[in-house]
């Protein structure tokens, strides 16, 4: 199927701002693009700047039954962790699928074509397996073909509680008794979504405290004998640190080094309190490092060295992870303005390396490495947002991307299409009110 588009305005590599730009569209990829043209008979108009689709990188669907309800009081992280569970608990397959399709809708209305599922919730009440033990993972690759959305599901390994801790209550739901059965059961899953462009089956780590590094190198083998996304959250809390150091006498960058987890096409996420050498392993292996500054700050976890880490060689991606806010606009503009309050300095981060993050960086460390730029030949991923809100009013050609990154939200995105379908039109998604759709899903989940 042929759709021509023209673009008032689009973000072009190598990062360059140009009006009057014609996509075409061949099926589910870029055909051609031809800047400084006029707009061809019958093409779709697109006002304001045309970007390319945006990538979550770190998302916990069934997290987006929390918002608000987790701001009240003081608390903790551990005190969230435990309202978090009570969530976890009271889903179901079906339940998982209604609440993910509505979460996946919001991320489309946020520009969002791609999402990093970091899913970890896989067996029913008591950690007793489903029929399937696949259900909650195929709920959620249903979810996200219902809404629009790509989705590297990645699959995670999840067996103690803390370090030489047993799993209690709610994480049983979470484990698989070890690695080698996580693995049987994750290849069950790869190989039921084998060919299916929109779905990544990738692996995760959950963390130094949940999984025992003598048992790593089989999340690792998955990984490798898939080529696909190993992600891993890492150094979220001092408190992980402070164990993982007691234990094993090194940090957790270090216990992911010496068990073959760090990597190109490794993700760190979170990688908040870092030594010199946790950077100069992460930069040297090129592991890319996603940044959830919404919920990092949310949770009162700090800010992690992002600039740092750019620097000595490790791609930098956005997450929504506890979808206390899903907008990408406003991860990516917190990296540079939590970056600011650390330092009292201002311009660590350009607009346009910011919007990378979002975009390009983000689509390769979830293994979709031909998206995230408007090419011929890539995803044909187009999000659209408006310049002509109370937010973005003003801007320019000279001031679209700033304006975009600094102002923008993710109300201001009015049209969306994702692999050659356009699933969001004048801000409307095509499942219609998604605001209706998660009060609906939400109802029982209230935690």
Same mark, same amino acid.
């Given at each position: 199927?042929?759709?021509?588009?023209?673009? =008032?305005?689009?973000?072009?590599?190598?990062?360059?701002?140009?009006?009057?730009v $014609?996509?075409?569209? =061949?099926?589910?990829?870029?055909?051609?693009?031809?800047? =400084?043209?006029?707009?061809?008979?019958?093409?779709?108009?697109?006002?304001?700047?045309?970007? !390319?689709?945006?990538?979550?990188?770190?998302?916990?669907?069934?997290?987006?039954?929390?918002?608000?309800?987790?701001?009240?009081?003081?608390?903790?992280?551990?005190?969230?962790?435990?309202?978090?569970?009570?969530?976890?608990?009271?889903?179901? !397959?079906? @339940?998982?699928?209604?609440?993910?399709t509505?979460t996946?809708?919001?991320?489309?209305l946020?520009?969002? %074509?791609?999402?990093?599922?970091?899913?970890?919730?896989?067996?029913?009440?008591?950690? @007793?397996?489903?029929?399937?033990?696949?259900?909650?993972?195929?709920?959620?690759v249903?979810?996200?073909?219902?809404?629009?959305?790509?989705?590297?599901?990645?699959?995670?390994?999840?067996? %103690?509680?803390?370090?030489?801790?047993?799993?209690?209550g709610?994480?049983?739901?979470?484990?698989?008794g070890d690695a080698?059965?996580?693995?049987?059961?994750?290849?069950?899953?790869?190989?039921?979504?084998?060919?299916e462009?929109?779905?990544?089956?990738?692996?995760?780590?959950?963390?130094?405290?949940? /999984?025992?590094?003598e048992?790593?190198?089989?999340? $690792?083998?998955?990984?490798?004998?898939?080529?696909?996304?190993?992600?891993?959250?890492?150094?979220?809390?001092?408190?992980?640190?402070?164990?993982?150091?007691e234990?094993y006498?090194? %940090?957790?960058?270090?216990?992911?080094?010496?068990?073959?987890?760090?990597?190109?096409?490794?993700?760190?996420?979170?990688?908040?309190?870092?030594?010199?050498?946790?950077?100069?392993?992460?930069?040297?292996?090129?592991?890319? $490092?996603?940044?959830? !500054?919404?919920?990092?700050?949310?949770?009162?976890?700090?800010?992690?060295?992002?600039?740092?880490?750019?620097?000595?060689?490790?791609?930098?991606?956005?997450?929504?992870?506890?979808?206390?806010?899903?907008?990408?606009?406003?991860e990516a @503009?917190a990296?540079?303005?939590?970056?600011?309050?650390?330092?009292?300095?201002?311009?660590?981060?350009?607009?346009a390396?910011?919007?990378?993050?979002?975009?390009?960086?983000?689509?390769?460390?979830?293994?979709?490495?031909?998206?995230?730029?408007?090419?011929?030949?890539?995803?044909?991923?187009?999000v659209?947002?408006r310049?002509?809100? /109370?937010?973005?009013?003003?801007?320019t050609?000279?001031?679209?991307? =700033?304006?975009?990154?600094?102002a923008?939200?993710?109300?201001?995105?009015?049209? /969306?299409?994702?692999?050659?379908?356009?699933?969001?039109?004048?801000?409307?998604?095509?499942?219609?009110?998604?605001g209706?759709?998660? @009060?609906?899903?939400?109802? !029982?989940?209230?935690?």
């Open positions: 199927m042929h759709v021509t588009y023209w673009c =008032e305005m689009a973000w072009l590599p190598p990062g360059e701002v140009v009006e009057s $014609v996509v075409g569209v =061949e099926g589910r990829r870029i055909g051609e693009i031809r800047p =400084e043209a006029p707009p061809p008979p019958g093409a779709v108009r697109l006002a304001g700047l045309t970007l !390319p689709g945006l990538a979550n990188c770190h998302s916990h669907a069934f997290h987006r039954a929390l918002r608000g309800h987790t701001q009240t009081g003081r608390g903790s992280f551990w005190t969230w962790r435990e309202r978090m569970y009570a969530v976890a608990e009271a889903l179901d !397959p079906d @339940r998982y699928l209604a609440l993910a509505a996946y809708a919001e991320m489309a946020a520009g969002i %074509t791609t999402v990093g599922e970091f899913h970890y919730l896989h067996h029913g009440p008591g950690g @007793r397996p489903y029929a399937d033990p696949n259900a909650m993972g195929h709920a959620l249903e979810a996200a073909g219902r809404a629009g959305l790509r989705i590297t599901l990645l699959d995670t390994c999840y067996l %103690t509680g803390g370090i030489g801790e047993p799993l209690v709610t994480q049983l739901r979470f484990g698989d080698e059965r996580w693995a049987a059961r994750a290849d069950d899953l790869a190989r039921a979504h084998e060919g462009q929109d779905v990544e089956i990738g692996a995760a780590i959950h963390s130094v405290r949940a /999984v025992p590094p048992q790593m190198h089989v999340v $690792v083998d998955f990984a490798h004998r898939n080529t696909g996304p190993l992600h891993a959250h890492v150094s979220e809390q001092r408190a992980e640190n402070e164990a993982c150091v234990v006498s090194a %940090t957790p960058v270090q216990v992911l080094h010496d068990h073959g987890a760090l990597g190109p096409r490794s993700t760190a996420v979170h990688a908040t309190h870092l030594s010199d050498v946790d950077v100069a392993l992460l930069g040297g292996s090129t592991t890319h $490092v996603c940044m959830c !500054p919404t919920t990092e700050r949310d949770l009162a976890d700090g800010v992690g060295p992002a600039r740092r880490l750019l620097e000595a060689g490790s791609p930098v991606t956005l997450g929504t992870d506890s979808q206390a806010v899903i907008d990408l606009f406003e @503009r990296v540079e303005l939590d970056e600011r309050l650390v330092t009292g300095e201002r311009g660590h981060w350009p607009a390396q910011l919007l990378h993050a979002a975009t390009a960086a983000g689509q390769a460390s979830l293994g979709f490495p031909d998206a995230g730029c408007l090419v011929p030949g890539a995803w044909a991923d187009l659209s947002v310049l002509d809100s /109370v937010r973005t009013a003003g801007a050609k000279a001031s679209a991307v =700033e304006s975009v990154v600094f923008a939200t993710s109300a201001d995105v009015h049209s /969306v299409v994702s692999g050659g379908r356009r699933i969001v039109e004048d801000g409307r998604h095509v499942l219609g009110d998604a209706a759709l998660l @009060r609906d899903a939400l109802a !029982p989940l209230r935690p």
